[in-house]
């Protein structure tokens, strides 16, 4: 594994002719990644580094352990918070040193990181204003190293060995431990005790970073003085081109890798990656992208990542990367177009003009070349660079025009034609001839648009896609000093005339639009669809390769697809995580350099690929369960453990991770709903909700762009019935339900009592509601009754009075009409006296007065307080008044009321004259119906 970045220098080198290995290499970069503190929010500075067995990296930290499980950073912090200078992980536990404190973090049974303290091992005053800044594993031991002391953990004990001067540095090597002081040089320790092994004085106040074994022997490197070769107890300084550039970056920390590969990290200036012998591999500094300068501490990992820990940031370097980069992050370069070996060297087309690597390999800017580069192109030994001023020929790292068309864009070999070239420019077509030792340019007149896209469908036809819109099939002349026709085919199929562009693949004249991929189909003279290369490349895909090459490189989304015409099987790819959004959109190139290495455009600087090597196709890691929270709170588990949910709290979040999982993704399927389909997890942290009561296995996986995947990763869990679906609940729901049988027949029984006693009292009430009635019925007929016998009674004595007042009036009328035939036979009568006498008598009898008052009774008895009412309301009237009244109201006429009343009918009508006027009725009103009525 660690060979793979070796090999692609060696094919670098190789093609890259005069370059010296040592300067190529220090120049060029393997794959690296940067964490800001804004990615893992904690503090700035990072003094240790260790990965654990499961992948998962620790980090000591400013503000405590930072802990990164391949995708995601965490902090956990002391309980007295201060700085962690020293980190171990080591078996299950996560060792770590800090100022008066040292201990070690476990997960606990949920998942979570838990701090034990082993300081209370021993007095506090024994490691007063001690810091531990180096932990290391010693069989079945672990040592804390302070700059005062060396403490010794092992079964729950620690032991404390004192050092005379300062401790610099402890190291295992071979079984043994070296102990480093300032001026005391190197000790042995052995049962506890320090013991002297090299007294150099070299050695003296001299710092020293690290002790490892180098061929049998041992190397010894110093911050400032270099490195040392211990050989026949002597030291003797290691004659290496690293050496001198350590002692003036301060070395800092070291690793030395199982294939001799040496990595030294240095205060000044970054990380340097050498072989066996010290000869530079290559650099990362801030000058090439690097965060920070200062490395702090160092770790490479089992799957060869170079973990540094920065005074400002983490880095990550993939020492396995088969693919290289040039980077300049100073601005000078820009962004790059194209780049291009030439006789040995590297030049490099960008916005800012055109560079080459010197044999020192410094970025050089050609004079005069400021501007826009489009292009460059080896043609019969000469290199051309189309430019946004016009075309150039490059001599000697100079520039000559040749041709003064504006934009060189794209220039292409007319087929069969050894010297003949046409080039696409801002301005139409341009030819280019070769005749000696020069060049003949001539602009063909038509068209007169800016082409970017020139190929040939064969020697006298050629097909041009204009830079923005359309596409053009022309011809040429046969002595190619002109252009015959241009036939414009936007109505002739083109799906999308926009972005268009051409190709030729094998003998097909192919197009990229917007809307998919077409090709020329020369029996119609039409443009139709290619499902073909729509399947195979997809319609969102273009080739960004040259036409020349075997080996297409395909931009498709975010990733870069490299595939063959001779090797259908063959296939690379590259995500996006090497881009970091570098590509120069829709002007990405890839160049080729040799046979397997390609160069890849991107913004300040360019990649060299490795097309024999796929450094994709690495093993994915399987995904791990990291936590489990039903309903928020977090729960224990292990990997065998059947998890039991109960139904209430049936809301539950599953965390994964997987080591070196920073470019992948996660997809999860649950096998009891859809075991065929995958999702993807869009977090790291899966949530189900409100799931039904039963058993639920989920599948985990780590992918990626490419489709590569990992091995599944399973949790089983139950959700737990409702208590109402359990033997309790049924026997509880049937204890309810003959309860509430019970209570509703006792109820009912109830319900039927009172219905009865309600009833009973309803009969009962209406019984006497019934007697009532006919109580009631039985009165009213009996008021009716008397009512009747009233009426008939009040009938009768109506009757009577009216018999009595006509007996009256007859006998009245009889008397008057006595009288009358009396005084006609006045002269009949002697005796006056005795006439006058009878005639008195018979006005006596008229007008008696017990006739009346029975009269006056028996009108009483018919009419009700009738005289009490008319005298009350009109006390003027008289005797004889209420007499007429009583009269009237029965109805008598004026001829019937006269004999009553003893006077002539003209008398009667006078004094019913005077009788209305008393009663103040007005001439309209008639008495006789005001009287019937009055009561």
């Known amino acids: 594994m660690q060979l793979k970045f070796i090999e692609v220098f060696v094919f670098v080198v190789l093609f890259f002719g005069t370059l010296s290995l040592p300067t190529l290499q220090a120049q060029y970069s393997p794959y690296f990644q940067n964490y800001s503190l804004s990615e893992f929010n904690a503090g700035n500075q990072n003094w240790g580094v260790s990965q654990a067995d499961d992948g998962k990296l620790y980090v000591a930290n400013n503000n405590g352990l930072l802990v990164f499980d391949g995708m995601n950073w965490s902090l956990n912090e002391l309980p007295n918070k201060t700085t962690i200078r020293s980190v171990l992980a080591h078996k299950d536990r996560v060792y770590i040193g800090s100022y008066e404190e040292f201990g070690f973090w476990k997960r606990n049974s949920k998942g979570k990181l838990d701090y034990t303290s082993l300081s209370h091992l021993m007095d506090k005053h024994d490691f007063l204003n001690e810091e531990f800044w180096q932990i290391i594993a010693f069989k079945d031991a672990i040592i804390f190293r302070s700059f005062l002391n060396v403490y010794l953990y092992k079964d729950n004990k620690i032991t404390r060995v004192k050092a005379p001067t300062s401790v610099l540095s402890c190291d295992v090597v071979n079984d043994t431990i070296y102990v480093s002081t300032l001026k005391s040089g190197i000790f042995i320790l052995e049962n506890n005790e320090l013991k002297p092994y090299i007294n150099d004085d070299v050695m003296f106040d001299t710092k020293v970073v690290s002790i490892n074994d180098f061929k049998g022997h041992l190397l010894v490197l110093t911050s400032l ?98 693919h290289t980069f040039y980077n300049d992050l100073t601005g000078k370069l820009g962004a790059v177009y194209d780049v291009i070996l030439h006789k040995g060297t590297i030049y490099i087309g960008s916005n800012t003009g055109l560079f080459y690597l010197d044999k020192s390999h410094n970025l050089q800017f050609i004079e005069d070349s400021q501007g826009q580069v489009w292009e460059l192109k080896e043609i019969n030994g000469d290199l051309f660079c189309g430019h ?85 099939k022309i011809t040429y002349a046969a002595s190619y000093d002109s252009i015959t026709e241009v036939k414009d085919y936007a109505g002739k199929g083109i799906k999308s005339d926009y972005n268009v562009r051409v190709y030729k693949l094998k003998s097909d004249i192919c197009f990229k639009t917007n809307n998919g991929w077409q090709k020329y189909e020369p029996l119609l003279d039409s443009i139709v669809p290619y499902e073909l290369l729509n399947d195979s490349f997809s319609k969102n895909a273009y080739i960004i390769s040259e036409d020349d090459s075997d080996i297409l490189a395909i931009k498709n989304k975010d990733i870069i697809e490299f595939k063959s015409f001779s090797n259908p099987d063959y296939h690379l790819t590259l995500s996006d995580k090497y881009f970091k959004k570098r590509l120069i959109v829709g002007y990405e190139r890839t160049s080729k350099i040799n046979d397997s290495i390609y160069a890849l455009n991107l913004n300040d600087g360019f990649m060299l690929i490795n097309t024999r090597k796929n450094s994709e196709a690495s093993k994915i890691e399987r995904p791990m369960i990291e936590l489990i929270e039903v309903d928020k709170e977090l729960i224990a588990f292990t990997p065998s453990q059947k998890i039991e949910i109960p139904y209430k709290n049936r809301n539950i979040s599953i965390s994964v991770s997987s080591a070196n999982s920073r470019n992948h993704f996660f997809e999860y399927s649950i096998v009891n709903l859809d075991p065929s389909h995958w999702y993807r997890l869009e977090k790291e942290t899966l949530e189900l909700s409100n799931l039904s009561n039963g058993d639920y296995t989920i599948l985990f996986r780590t992918s990626n762009n490419l489709g590569t995947v990992s091995p599944s990763t399973s949790l089983a869990f139950t959700v737990l019935p409702p208590w109402y679906k359990t033997t309790k609940g049924f026997i509880l729901f049937l204890a309810i339900a003959l309860l509430v049988t019970f209570v509703i027949y006792a109820l009912h029984k109830r319900k039927v009592s009172k219905e009865q006693a309600y009833l009973k009292i309803q009969f009962e009430k209406e019984q006497k ?140 009508e006078t004094q019913r004259y005077r009788l209305k006027r008393k009663l103040n009725l007005d001439s309209d009103k008639n008495l006789v119906d005001y009287l019937a009525n009055f009561k």
């Open 769 to 908: 509601e019934l007697l009532k009635e006919k109580t009631k019925e039985n009165d009213r007929k009996i008021v009716e009754l008397k009512n009747e016998a009233l009426k008939n009674e009040v009938k009768l004595k109506s009757k009577q009075l009216a018999n009595t007042a006509m007996a009256l009036v007859k006998k009245n009328e009889a008397l008057l009409e006595l009288k009358s035939e009396l005084l006609q036979n006045k002269s009949g009568f002697e005796n006056p006296f005795s006439f006058k006498k009878l005639i008195k008598k018979v006005d006596h009898t008229i007008g008696h007065k017990d006739e009346w008052e029975i009269f006056e009774y028996n009108f009483n008895q018919v009419h009700e307080e009738f005289f009490n009412e008319l005298k009350s309301k009109f006390p003027q009237l008289t005797h004889k008044d209420l007499k007429i009244c009583a009269y009237i109201k029965m109805n008598l006429t004026t001829k019937e009321i006269a004999p009553l009343l003893n006077i002539s009918t003209r008398g009667v």
């Open 388 to 472: 946004n001023n016009g075309t150039y020929l490059i001599e000697n790292n100079k520039l000559k025009l040749i041709s003064p068309e504006t934009g060189g864009w794209d220039i292409k070999k007319v087929p069969e034609q050894n010297h003949l070239y046409m080039q696409g420019a801002y301005t139409g077509i341009v030819k280019f001839e070769a005749t000696g030792q020069t060049w003949d340019v001539k602009h063909l007149g038509r068209p007169t648009m800016p082409i970017r896209f020139l190929v040939f469908e064969d020697t006298h036809t050629a097909w041009a896609a204009h830079a923005y819109k359309g596409i053009y």
């Open 225 to 322: 003085k270099g490195c040392f070769i211990y050989k026949n107890k002597k030291l003797t300084p290691w004659s290496t081109e690293i050496n001198d550039i350590i002692k003036d970056h301060q070395l800092n920390s070291f690793s030395m890798l199982n294939n001799g590969m040496l990595i030294f990290g240095t205060i000044k200036n970054g990380v340097y990656v050498t072989d066996k012998d010290g000869k530079i591999l290559f650099h990362i500094s801030k000058e090439n992208g690097l965060i920070n300068n200062t490395v702090l501490d160092q770790y490479v990992s089992d799957a060869n990542e170079l973990w540094l820990g920065l005074d400002n940031g983490i880095a990550s370097v993939n020492l396995n990367s088969p």
